[in-house]
């Protein structure tokens, strides 16, 4: 390991002016439901297939979000996009409606804040003066990818996830109002030997653990100077296995941390140990951590998505998961 | 270094192994006994009525029982039901021919989207293809030893 700082610093500001959430039905009757902006009964959004319903949620979530930040989406400098699916079918297709400079990532579910850490810093720099970032996960089209086919009857442990149905796009501005990206932490790829493709909380806690001490070495800040600090979609197993390990090494999480895949689904959802999948960040962000911001209960906060790099094909060849995540700082003036 | 990372991994997975929660045997015992075992006693019923018409005999009987609850293990993963059960069947649910029947049928189903060839026709066998695999390799393999055996016999 080395002591080089992992953190880009904003000092120009770059803000969320508006952010959109899309999620499907369970999502909406999750704890969180009353928070998302639009909540859509068909898992297939009125298109054909699991996929084009994915990609229209991000069509809906940009042209959402760009109305609330007054803007059409042609007015945006640049497209940063992300989802699980091979080649990113969903944001490309997304993107084909839009005349805008498009970027496709891949950080599994940590590519909210991904997009996010490279929008900020472009607008930072100064190269655009506002962009969309966006990124979503569709609980149908990743099962047939990654797992099984829908009603294929199987059992599985206590401690899988249930990928979340879901878009959310940030607009980020140089001008205009809310909260500021004031640093991004750019995770480093964590890999701890995980091969259980159903653990992906244990497979990316390390991740999480090591971006959490990168953040708090980088910025000097501690725990106690958040309001209150996000993981993506660690679950409830993996959102303990953060806490112990940052307990090892004297950092006391307590009652500041929460992680996004644990509230949007509720125990009773009969979701395993929590919500995953790149829409799960992208959606708590653009409802619920927004408007906390927004009424100002929240003035500094840390998230940090969380994603599992794993394919059907290196898990099956007995390879290890390697996970990632990705930290941004959220301020309030 | 490497040894110092193996060293990691080992503890974290042992530690991982200890946290993370395993599904109660006994209550998915109870519940696989329960729901294959309904099953294999609705099998029962429909041969034995089944063997009261007379143009029907034993084997017969047995086979048309079969048809009956495959075709109802398929409608059943049509209208969306059969997952729900199998979720708390486990085993109970896939053991007696219904499994097959429903790993088909959801595959068939699910890849309907990329169309009738190239996507139901080629990713129908895509979860029973090992049982087939293994069905047609094991039972050439016995078959291969029994008539190993008689013509041994024979000497």
């Known amino acids: 390991m080395t002591a080089k700082s992992q953190t880009l610093k904003f000092e120009n500001k770059p803000r969320i002016i508006a952010g959109m959430s899309v999620v499907g039905r369970k999502e909406g009757d999750g704890p969180l439901g009353k928070y998302f902006d639009e909540i859509d009964d068909d898992p297939k959004m009125g298109k054909g297939s699991f996929e084009k319903g994915e990609s229209a949620m991000f069509a809906t979530a940009v042209a959402g979000a760009a109305k609330k930040a007054g803007l059409r989406p042609f007015d945006f400098d640049a497209l940063f996009a992300g989802d699980l699916l091979n080649q990113l079918i969903s944001s490309n297709y997304a993107a084909r409606e839009l005349p805008v400079s498009y970027f496709g990532l891949y950080s599994a579910c940590s590519t909210m804040t991904e997009a996010l850490s490279l929008g900020a810093a472009m607008i930072n720099a100064g190269y655009y003066r506002t962009a969309a970032c966006v990124t979503g996960s569709h609980f149908a089209a990743a099962e047939r990818q990654y797992r099984y086919p829908l009603e294929y009857g199987c059992q599985r442990p206590p401690y899988a996830q249930w990928t979340v149905t879901g878009a959310g796009c940030s607009v980020l501005s140089i001008k205009g109002d809310g909260p500021y990206i004031s ?8 890999d701890y030997g995980v091969t259980d493709a159903n653990n992906m909380g244990a497979a990316m806690a390390p991740a999480a653990f090591e971006t959490l001490l990168a953040v708090l070495d980088d910025t000097g800040l501690s725990i106690e100077d958040f309001d209150a600090v996000f993981t993506g979609d660690l679950g409830r197993l993996g959102a303990r296995i953060l806490r112990d390990l940052s307990a090892e090494r004297g950092v006391c999480l307590g009652q500041k941390y929460s992680d996004c895949g644990e509230m949007i689904f509720s125990r009773e959802q009969n979701c395993y140990s929590g919500g995953s999948g790149a829409g799960c960040s ?16 929240y003035n500094k906060v840390l998230l940090m998505a969380t ?5 059907p094909t290196t898990s099956f060849q007995g390879e290890s998961i390697p996970a990632i995540s990705h930290g941004i700082i959220l301020e309030n003036d | 270094m490497t040894d110092k990372i193996a060293k990691r991994n080992k503890t974290y997975i042992e530690y991982v192994e200890k946290v993370s929660p395993s599904t109660n045997a006994t209550h998915s015992l109870i519940k696989a006994f329960a729901i294959g075992g309904a099953t294999c006693v609705i099998g029962e019923i429909l041969r034995n009525l089944l063997a009261l018409a007379p143009s029907i ?21 049509g209208t969306g039901v059969y997952d729900n059960i199998a ?5 109970g649910s896939f053991l007696p021919i219904r499994g097959f029947a429903n790993a088909m049928s959801s595959a068939a189903m699910e890849f309907r989207s990329e169309g009738l060839i190239t996507g139901t026709a080629v990713k129908m066998f895509n979860v029973v293809g090992p049982v087939i695999v293994n069905g047609i390799v094991w039972s050439a393999a016995s078959g291969t030893i029994v008539w190993l055996v008689s013509v041994i016999a024979s000497l």
């Open chain 2, 87 to 91: 979720r708390h069947g486990g085993a």
């Open chain 1, 307 to 311: 994603g599992a790099l794993m394919s």
């Open chain 2, 57 to 77: 005999d034993d084997k017969a009987a047995a086979v048309y029982s079969s048809v009956i609850l495959v075709t109802a293990a398929i409608i059943m993963t």
């Open chain 1, 282 to 297: 992208a959606c708590v962000l653009n409802s619920f951590i927004l408007d906390k911001m927004r009424k100002r209960e």
């Open chain 1, 183 to 190: 640093s991004a932490t750019i995770g480093r790829v964590a």
